[in-house]
């Protein structure tokens, strides 16, 4: 509301001042021709209502409404040269005295052009004496300054005149005009620095300004050169002269405007870099975000930095350590506080925190989202590391077991059994050999389960001479006729092989117990760095994948080495168990 | 006949040395692990080593590997292995490395004293000894469309105690047949198999072992 109501003060007072410079124009007593009247009237308005204009439209692009202020203050100080039209001797004074505050005020503007905000000393020193010069600087001069001895018959008298200065007045004249002269040159210069240190964004920013500036340097240049060269001006010249400098005025609101909306533009493409980040299919991983950053920034050697709490210090996109150079601006992306990552830029970027800040609260979401992936994805890694370790412990255990069977159990039964038939040997044909056969033959049938129970556990054979023997024995103990294509080839991972060893000897179980099938192939290859193996039978199929916890508890197995188990079942077709094992798990 | 004996189950080892010497065969010393077997052989080499093929350090084939190094240092040593369990790749592995006097046995054949000792008996005279659970898993195997099939139950026997490692004589007694008949049955096997009549034993149980093996 508050703005609203500044606005529209602001407004009426431009329409007020417009209009009383009209006024004045037609009234003040000079006199002008009707269509010169007419033209200056409309460059008056021209100049002063686009200034204003531009101002309030430079004013909602935050937030640089300094600016806008700044440029209304202009057009507005503009209209105080409308005094100026009124033929009377304090009418002159006054805007011999205050005329050129529009200037100051321009000059100003030049040198904080488009960021509002005075960076250095040396700006503050030419702003301050734009001021000083162009008004306490003025009202100075008019104390030694007669307009008649200057040459000028038509001018009304000078009131603030000190006759016992008029002496002095064409040396002050002299003195002020060559000062204004080094304010221009200032101006110019400090545009000039600014342009050199300036970031790409702000370089398009000051882009038209510079070019107004220059063309209405060489404008005046031309003007004072043609003076120096003693055309004097006639009446009509003269006024020709004012319309034709003031349209060139003009060029001023257009100039601010144009660079403002680059900026502005600018800083929409930091709405294009959170479309960018959000509408990549494969995510916004972190190399994108920099080239994004890249791209919004107009600085392609913008770098991101991640820190790593564990290790202490920051790693680039690709995962490498990274320090901190001296030669970029660093900017750090915070999160509860702490930094989570940096932002390294063209130090010249730092003359546009608002764009820089911008674009980083945007690609901030994408990296924290980013982050939140990455730090799921290594909670997902571990996961699975513990899951192939459980796998891994298991068949350890299973190996253990197995080993403790052998060695303690077996070689028990065995040993009695030995004692039992040398007992036996002793004896001929009676009760107690009776009963020693029978017990020997019992002991002979529990060696023969424990056997199977052992092998059940873990085939020795596979930790021994390795998968293609393993599943050799598999299909040759198989009640369903079996085939084999299995190349022995090196070693593989004991949880791969222990894996693809029970893959097969449940999917042959099953084939065993419910296929009905004539012939069964079993494979086992080893192709494009994982371990495929499949146990396809002619059998009736329609299996169903998710029934019997035998292939479930494969599915998990084989997952846990982040392989792949798949059963293919259709009704009629036999069936088919394949799984595929990487060699070398990602983990 | 002298006989070595490596076992690392002290119980079962000495168990099975009486049984041998009870058999007749002079049991000239005992081992816990496969050097300590080799020390013995060098000392004195038997007509028979009868060796555990899992033992320490590894528990794994070190039977296998002592079998090896026995032979390479004693020829004319032969070695009887025996295992837990039925592993066909050994079996095979142990008489195509040494195609003469070796044998592959199931440790529970000490439930019949008879048949450890014959196979003891066999592989010192130069003999090859196939476990008939090796040869049942060979030739009740049931590849698909093995002219195995085509043979007659009475041929499958016949071949299943060639592959045992058996002699003609030895089959016949064991099927109660005349050697003649034996004979013919074994002509009629290799050609259905497509063999070659073999020069001596050794090389008919490899012949038949190689092809079951396909």
Known sequence: ???????????????????????????????????????????????????????????????????????VAVGLAWFLRGIGFVRSPAAFTLVSAVGDLDQALLAHLLVVFP???????????????????????????????????????????????????????????????????????????????????????????????????????????????????????????????EVSGSVLLLLWPVGFLVGLTRLRLDRSRVGALAIELGGGEDGATPERVQQALGRALHDPSVRLAYWLADREGYVDVDGRPVALPDTHEVTLLRRDGEPFAALLHDPALADQPELVDAAVATARLS??????????????AQVRASRARLVEFADAERRRVERNLHDGAQQRLL??????????????????????????????????????LARGLHPAILSNAGLAPALDELVRRSPVPATLDAAPGPRLPAPVEETAYFVVSEALANVARHAGAATVAVSAVVRDGGLHVEVADDGAGGADPAGGSGLRGLADRVAALDGALAVDSPPGGGTRVTASLPLDPAR | MRVLVADDATLFREGLARVLADAGFTVAGQAADGDELLALARDDPPDVAVL????????????????????????GVGVLVLSAYVEVHYALQLVTDAPRASGYLLKDRVADLRDLTEAVRRVGEGGLVIDPAIV???????????????????????????AEGRSNAAIGERLHLSPKTVEAHVRGIFTRLGLLPAADDNRRVLAVLAHLRM
């Open chain 1, 367 to 380: 990296l924290d989202n980013e982050r939140l992936q990455a730090e799921l994805r290594a909670q997902l």
């Open chain 1, 115 to 241: 960021s509002g905000r005075i960076a250095s000393g040396l700006q503050r020193a030419v702003v301050v004496l734009g001021y000083v010069l162009l008004v306490p600087g003025s009202v100075a001069l008019l104390l030694a300054w007669d307009p008649a001895a200057a040459g000028c018959a038509t001018c009304p008298a000078n009131l603030l005149l000190q006759p016992g200065l008029a002496g002095y007045g064409p040396d002050a004249a002299g003195l002020l005009n060559a000062a204004t002269l080094v304010l221009v040159a200032l101006v110019a210069g400090v545009v000039a620095l600014r342009w050199r240190g300036a970031s790409p964004p702000l370089r398009r920013a000051l882009a038209p300004v510079a070019v107004v500036g220059a063309v209405l340097l060489l404008f005046f240049a031309a003007q004072q050169g043609l003076a120096l060269l003693g055309r004097s001006a006639a009446p009509a010249d003269l006024a020709l002269g």
């Open chain 1, 1 to 71: 509301m508050r703005d609203v109501k500044r606005t529209a003060a602001v407004v009426a007072l431009a329409l007020v001042a417009g209009l009383a410079n009209v006024v004045l124009l037609a009234v003040g007593g000079y006199e002008r021709s009707g269509p010169t009247l007419l033209l200056l009237a409309i460059a008056t308005l021209a100049v002063g209502w686009s200034f204003v204009g531009a101002g309030l439209a430079a004013r909602r692009s935050r937030p640089e409404p300094a600016v806008g202020w700044l440029m």
């Open chain 1, 415 to 452: 040993t009695a059994l030995l004692g039992l038939r040398r007992a036996r040997a002793c004896l001929d044909s009676s009760p107690a050999a009776a009963a020693l056969d029978e017990a020997g033959e019992q002991l002979t049938l529990a060696l023969d389960e424990l056997r199977d």
């Open chain 2, 136 to 162: 049942a898993q060979l030739v009740g195997r049931s590849r698909t469309r093995s002219p195995i099939d085509e043979l007659s139950e009475r041929e499958r026997e016949v071949l299943g105690l060639m």
């Open chain 2, 52 to 75: 555990d093929i899992r033992m320490p350090p590894t528990h794994t084939t070190e039977g296998l590997e002592t079998a090896r190094r026995l032979r390479a240092a004693h020829p």
